[in-house]
C-alpha cells in the first residue's frame, strides 16, 4: 500500500502535538483545539475516535472532560498516528488490479513504492511525539491560549482619546413673583 501523508493526518499530527502541549495538568477539549486550529469539533470528534480506538488518546467524560494522550508522548510515533488515520488500503483501493498493471495484478511499479511506502513509514517510526513537542517549545513562545482574533499587546496602539462634553448655557427658570397671571 501506497503511503502520502493527506491533509488529515497532518492535521492529526498538530492536533496531537497541541494535546501534549496542553494536557499535562488537565484533558483538553475539542473545541480549544477545534479553534486553534480552525477545524469544527465534529471533524475532530471523528479524528479522535480513531485515535482513541488505536490507543493513542483517551477520554474523559463530564465537567472539565477532554482528552489527553493514551502515552506517554515519548512513546507515540507520528507512524503510530499516520496509520491510526489513514487507514491501510485507502491509498491503493486495497490492492485491486488496475490499468496499466500486469497479468498477474501487479502495478508495474509495485516494488518502487512499497519500498518508497517501507521507507517513510520507518523514517515516521522514528519520530516521537515527543520530539514534536520539544521542537516547538525550542522554536515557538510559550503556546497562546488567547481567544482567536484578538491580539495582547504589551503596550497600547494609540494613545486614549479624550472626551470632552459639550458646554450648554442653561437659561435660568423664572421666578414666581416674576410671573404674569
Known amino acids: 500500500m501506497h503511503r502520502t501523508l493527506s491533509s488529515t493526518s497532518t492535521l492529526a499530527v498538530n492536533a496531537m502535538i497541541d494535546l501534549a502541549l496542553q494536557s499535562q495538568t488537565r484533558p483538553v477539549a475539542l473545541s480549544v483545539i477545534g ?6 469539533k465534529s471533524y475532530l470528534d471523528q479524528l479522535f475516535g480513531r ?9 474523559t467524560r463530564g ?6 494522550l493514551g502515552r506517554d508522548a515519548g512513546q507515540i510515533s507520528v507512524a503510530d498516528i ?5 487507514r491501510p488500503g485507502l491509498a491503493t483501493g486495497g ?3 488496475r490499468a496499466g498493471q500486469d497479468g498477474a495484478g ?26 514534536l513537542v520539544d521542537e516547538r517549545r525550542a522554536r515557538d513562545a ?18 486614549p482619546i479624550e472626551v ?3 458646554r450648554v448655557r442653561v437659561r435660568p427658570r423664572p421666578r414666581a413673583a416674576d410671573a404674569v397671571w
Open 82 to 86: 499516520v496509520v491510526a488515520i489513514d
Open 95 to 97: 490492492g485491486k488490479a
Open 63 to 68: 465537567p472539565g472532560g477532554g482528552y489527553s
Open 106 to 131: 501487479q502495478c508495474l511499479a509495485y516494488e518502487l513504492w512499497n519500498d518508497l511506502d517501507a521507507r517513510l513509514m520507518a523514517w515516521l517510526g522514528a519520530i516521537s511525539l515527543q520530539a
Open 51 to 59: 485515535l482513541r480506538r488505536h490507543a493513542l488518546v483517551q477520554a
Open 35 to 40: 479553534r486553534r486550529r480552525e477545524v469544527s
Open 164 to 166: 470632552t462634553t459639550p
Open 142 to 159: 510559550p503556546l497562546e491560549l488567547a481567544a482567536p482574533g484578538r491580539a495582547i499587546a504589551s503596550a497600547p496602539a494609540a494613545r
